[in-house]
Structure formats: structure tokens, C-alpha cells
């Protein structure tokens, strides 16, 4: 047997997708409700509005009291829709094993006299994400749900409008292979070496449309992590130290390739070093923030600045476009700006939050 | 009055200094002995052998249940020291009232009575630092111990051994001018920017001695914030950035300098944008792995790398030796290896700690 005699159980439906948060969630009101009298539960969803195919959904009625009273496809009253968890006490199970012996076909059917006998605790799964994947229509539908809640409100604007479009594509078609987010962090890094090398060595077309690609890419692992739930404290880690050297390697590799077509004038020196003391600072400005408040720091928070390239899809814009259009000189200078721009905007809003 | 009639209120020896965590524990201490029958509360200190000149302390005798039974200057038999920080009731107080109409000359003696009768309520200071100052001399020694307390176990080798005893003296005599902590950090920011001008011109020696000054001064900000109980959130932050703009700083004057100096030849970029790229990243690193692991990370228990010059104390050694003997080339070079085998070190230690 797959599970103890004496301890509740899980039952999924096969073709529903969780996020393992409603679990968890669901796992937490089970713990608190351990000693109660409630001996079934079953996850529902009230944003009825939402439901995917509502009319092809488990319905129920639930009571002001939580407790499900009706269960059906085809009930006219409902204010809940059913998410295929259920927890059941032993109990329930030998009820349950009696209805289908005596043949009712299926879960919804044999539930019923149990419902009636004992009501089924209702759970209400809250923003969590569910989908109940039945038809090969529903698999595209699945896809793209999950790829929409890929896009993180921390984007910058050429992130939103322009990078996460692309990378969202690139991830539906890269999600099947099996390759851990890290790898994409690599690539991405390589990718901007790559570039600053062509940067150093004049090219500054093909230089700037692979970065612009690098910066792509650069959604990308976040993407696979959260879409594979396989995000981890070491992912996030690697990328920021991977971005980080990014980031001098090809201000370092523009101002290089400045430096020879100029035949060696240094005045280019000059912005690159402030663009890069300030493109780190970003992040960390970010990162010191949230360990001297224990709050997170939202940059989409920021006003007018966020409406600047400042962020990391900005700066990477910045560049790509320096080198597209052969402007490495404006761009540096333009970079210098934003960036230091951003630091003291921070320097700013840190005064107030941290003397507040 | 300067408290309210039905409130118990603090008595603080004048003279005594004591520091704010002391009161603070004794406050948690005292509330929760809020409802508790005590009426007396004294701040004792245990560590008979680390007290100030015992002779002149005020002793006690605390009994096994935290009662303090005996309390004198002369008494023979104690197991701790008066720390000179007391709590009463207004019962207290009218007693004591009493006590002194009928000629009790001291609160010592003043207390006698009340300890009979009541006992006085014991709270171990455990690690708190207080100090009784009642001579000149006293006085010499509050400033020394004092000023031993600001030495960081989060210093690094050469922070440890030359700057602190530098930065310590010249904390001891600039601590009386009414000046903020940032007031320091600016002044060290300004040095290192002065230093990175003259690498850029050719003045090593001299853009060298002024680093290594730079970075004894940049002891003295947090130094003094600390000595006055200054410290402030934002003056962490602020120190943070100017610390990092003065590593750009210096990294780009010493790498303008040896481009002039060697007749425009532009390999000494690539250790400066190696070394400029790893050094922001040792304080990122702390912050994003404090922030991923809710733990403070402590670059004293990084093994071997902790006796390399990897800190920013190190750094700036490796800096102002370069400029000081006219290697700027190797210091660069050094310098980037340091600074990049930190990054590594600690990706390989994060790895560990997140992925367990």
C-alpha cells in the first residue's frame, strides 16, 4: 500500500496542474485542522470569473460555515470550483470503497453520499494557480499560462516590451531539453565575452546584436527555473556574480575598441570607469537596502526612474545600441549617466527610508 | 516630578558609563518582572575578575533564587558588583524618603533597610560593558577601554595589524570635534580621489602614501559612530558606496598612469577592468548571501583567503604599495587575481551553504 492505514491521504487528479504552492497551503490548513472533526477536504476556487471552462468544471456549494454541501458538473447553485485535491481520513476511504462496489463510476459520484453524510471541509486556494488539462487545446492553453506568469513585475522597460516577449518564446522552446537554469546563466555570460571581444576588435554591429541577444538569453534561466521549479538560492547567486562580469567585459570591451579606432586617445577612460564603478552598485545598492530594512527593495517602485534605462536591461540596451550604430562613445557617456544617476537617486530614497 | 507617581523608574550613577545594550537588557528584564512581586532592581556585574579597581566597587551577596542580601562597599563574602543602575517602585521611593530623613547619608546606606525587608531583585549584565568613572585617571582608562571596543573581528590582515592602531589614535584625538560620521567617509572618499589624480599624473609615490592615509581614515567613520552612538543605518549604506566609487577611483588612475607612463601601450586594461570588476563583488557577495540565507556572513571564517589581502583594508595595500614603489603593473595584475579568487571562493563556499 502507498500509504499508512491510520494517516490521511492526498488524492490528485492526474491531469490538474498545481503549483506547489497551493500545496503547501493546502498541507498547512490540514496541519491546523488535524484535530478537528473534519474527516474529507477538498481545495476549491472561488474566482469563479477565472476558471478555465468553467462549464466543463467540478462544481460546488459551499456553506458559510466552509463546509461543501453540493458537488457536481452539473449543479445550478455554485460559488466554488473544485481544483482535484482532495484529503481523505481512512475512514473515508472504506465509505468510499463501499459506494464504488456498489458501483457508482467515479470520484464525484461515489463522493456524494459521503458529502451528504458527512459534508467535505472546504479549503479556498486563495491567488494560487490551477488548470485542469483535459483536451490537446488545453496543452497549448497550459503553455501559455505558464509562460505568462513568467514575467516579473521587476522588469525594466526594455525588459517588458522588448526582451521578455522574446526570451518568453525562446523558453517554450527550450524548456523541453534538459538543461539546468545555470547553463543559460553560462551562456549569457559567454555571450557578452563574446561580445566585448568583437567590440575590442571593432565590430561593433555584430557585437551590439549579440548583446542585445545576451541580454535576452538573460531571462531566460529565471524562466526555465520558475517554469521547471527549479529555482534555487545558488541560481540566483551564480546569475548576479555571472551578470556582474558581464556587464565590465563589455564596458571594458567598448572602451577598448574606442581607445584603438581613436588611435589611442584615452578620453573614453573616462566615462567607462564611472559607468562601471556605478553599473555593480546597482544591484548592490539593491541587495544593502534589503539587509538593513529586512524588506524587499522594488525598483518598479522607483517614479520617473524606472521609466529610465537604468536596470540591467537598460544598460545592456545601452551598449547594444552604442555598438549597432557605431556611437560606443555617446553610449559610454549615456551609461556613465544612468547608472550614476541611479546611485544617487538610491543614495536619496536610502536617506529617507533608513533615517525614517 | 520627572516621573509619574504610580510608575517604577530607573536610577543611574551619574558617573557610571554604561553601554545602551545594558539598559535596553535590563528593561526587557524588567518587564518582564512586570508582575512579579519585586519592588528593587540592581544591575549586577559576575565577572568579579574583569571589574575596574574591585576595592572601590559597591559588592553584593546574591542568594540561588537572584536575591541580592548583602550590598557594601567593605562587605567580605560577594558574588558580584553593583553596576550602578537601579529599578524601584514608588513603594521604594516613600521608604527611602524615610531613610534618608533619618540621616542615611548614601544610597548604599539608604538601601540597607530596604533590603532587609524586601531584598533587591539581581539582573546579570552577562556580557555588557559598564565602567565606573571616578578619578583623572579613571577617565584615561575609559577612553582606552572604550576605544578597545571598536576593533571589528570582521577586519581584515592588514586592517588588523596596521591600520586599526592608526585609526584608533587618530579616532581618540578627532572624536571630540563636532563632526558626523559621514563627515569621515566623505573626506575618505575625497582622499582616494585625490590619490587616483595623482596615479593618473605620475605621482605614485605620493597618490600611494594618500591611499594607505584613505584607508586608515576609513576606520575612523565607523569608529566614531560607534564611540558616540552615532551609528546609523544610512551611514552604512552611504560608507558602502563611497567605498566602492574610491575602488573605481584608484583602479582607473593607477591603470591612466601606467598607459601614459608607457607611451599609450593598453595592456594594463585588462588587469585594471579585471580587478575593477571583482571588487565590487566581494561586498555584492556578503550581501546576497546574507540576503539568500538570512545569516550573517562572516569573511573571518573563509579559512586561507582570510590571510590574503582580499578586503578592501588589502586592497588598498596593494594599491598604495604599487603607487608607493612604482609597480603599478604587478599591483594590478595582483590585485585582480586577489579580488577574483575571492569571487571564486566564495561561489564555491555559496554553493555549500545554499545548496544544503
Chains 1, 2 share one sequence.
Not at 235 to 249: L, T, V
Not at 318 to 335: P, T
Request: glycine share 8%; proline share 4%.
Amino acid at each position: 500500500p502507498f500509504f499508512r492505514r491510520e494517516e490521511r491521504f492526498l488524492v490528485l487528479m492526474a491531469d490538474h496542474l498545481l503549483e506547489p504552492e497551493l500545496l503547501s497551503s493546502f498541507l498547512d490548513f490540514l496541519k491546523e485542522e488535524e484535530k478537528g472533526e473534519a474527516q474529507a477536504f477538498l481545495a476549491i476556487d472561488r474566482r469563479l470569473q477565472a476558471v478555465y471552462q468553467l462549464e466543463e468544471a467540478t462544481k460546488v456549494w459551499v456553506d458559510d460555515e466552509g463546509i461543501i454541501r453540493v458537488l457536481g458538473k452539473g449543479i445550478r447553485d455554485f460559488n466554488g470550483v473544485d481544483c482535484g485535491c482532495f484529503c481523505f481520513s481512512p475512514a473515508v476511504l472504506s465509505e468510499l470503497a463501499g459506494e464504488v462496489e456498489q458501483g457508482w463510476g467515479n470520484l464525484s459520484q461515489a463522493l456524494s453520499p459521503v458529502i451528504t453524510r458527512r459534508g467535505l471541509r472546504a479549503f479556498q486556494i486563495g491567488d494560487c494557480f490551477w488548470l485542469d488539462v483535459d483536451e490537446p487545446a488545453d496543452l497549448e492553453v497550459a503553455k501559455k499560462k505558464l509562460l505568462s506568469r513568467l514575467v516579473s513585475p521587476r522588469d525594466g522597460v526594455v525588459a517588458r516590451y522588448f526582451n521578455r516577449p522574446l526570451s518568453l518564446r525562446l523558453t517554450s522552446v527550450l524548456v523541453p531539453l534538459p538543461l539546468k537554469p545555470n547553463f543559460y546563466s553560462v551562456v549569457n555570460g559567454l555571450m557578452c565575452l563574446a561580445a566585448s571581444v568583437l567590440f575590442a576588435l571593432g565590430f561593433g554591429l555584430m557585437g551590439g546584436v549579440l548583446a542585445q541577444t545576451a541580454s535576452i538569453i538573460d531571462g531566460v534561466d529565471g524562466e526555465v527555473a520558475r517554469l521547471k521549479f527549479q529555482e534555487t538560492s545558488f541560481g540566483a547567486y551564480f546569475d548576479s556574480i555571472i551578470d556582474r562580469y558581464s556587464d565590465a567585459f563589455l564596458i571594458g570591451g567598448m572602451a577598448a575598441g574606442l581607445i584603438s579606432a581613436q588611435g589611442g586617445q584615452l578620453t573614453v577612460l573616462f566615462p567607462a570607469f564611472l559607468a562601471l564603478a556605478a553599473s555593480p552598485l546597482s544591484m548592490l545598492s539593491k541587495e544593502k537596502l534589503k539587509n538593513l530594512t529586512g524588506k524587499e527593495y522594488y525598483p518598479q517602485e522607483e517614479g520617473w526612474l524606472s521609466y529610465l534605462p537604468v536596470n540591467r536591461d537598460g544598460r545592456l540596451a545601452i551598449i547594444a545600441l552604442g555598438g549597432i550604430f557605431n556611437l560606443g562613445f555617446i553610449a559610454l557617456w549615456f551609461l556613465a549617466i544612468m547608472a550614476n544617476l541611479q546611485v544617487i537617486y538610491r543614495l536619496i530614497k536610502a536617506r529617507g527610508i533608513l533615517n525614517s
